[in-house]
């Protein structure tokens, strides 16, 4: 069984930062892939950054590129979103996932993680 657990969401004005962080229990955490995914209102859930368990194996949705840095510190189970240049379109409740099987292809689509987070809201004001 895993767990994960976000923190760091908030409210911000646009142009600012927030740093969000999922910490994980589970001794074979450093196998996992770790994905950061956002859902708003009314809308599906939909995929922003990913990492394999390899740190030098990361993706971002199209949206997020240059804004967003997804790293993670195996030492503390933990991974991290930082996200800058914030945009109201930004706002969302954000989840990490993980995927245990720590497949070497980034995985985009929710199905393919099998751990979620409780999630963490994001507001960004105009």
């Known amino acids: 069984q895993v767990q994960l657990v976000e923190s760091g969401g908030g409210l911000v004005q646009a142009g600012g930062s927030l740093r969000l962080s999922c910490a994980a229990s589970?001794?074979?955490?450093?196998?996992?892939?770790i994905a950061w995914f956002r859902q708003a209102p009314g809308k599906e859930r939909e995929f922003v950054s990913t990492?394999?368990?390899?740190?030098?194996?990361?993706n971002y949705a199209d949206s997020v590129k240059g804004r967003f840095t997804i790293s993670r510190d195996n030492r503390k189970n933990t991974v991290y979103l930082q996200m800058n240049r914030l945009k109201p379109e930004d706002t969302a409740v954000y989840y990490c996932?993980?995927?245990?099987?720590?497949?070497?292809?980034?995985?985009?689509?929710?199905?393919?993680?099998?751990?979620w987070g409780q999630g963490t809201q994001v507001t960004v004001s105009s």
């Open positions: 589970g001794r074979a955490f450093s196998s996992y892939g």
């Open positions: 990492i394999s368990w390899r740190v030098d194996r990361t």
């Open positions: 996932a993980a995927d245990v099987y720590g497949r070497r292809d980034p995985v985009y689509y929710t199905g393919g993680y099998q751990y």
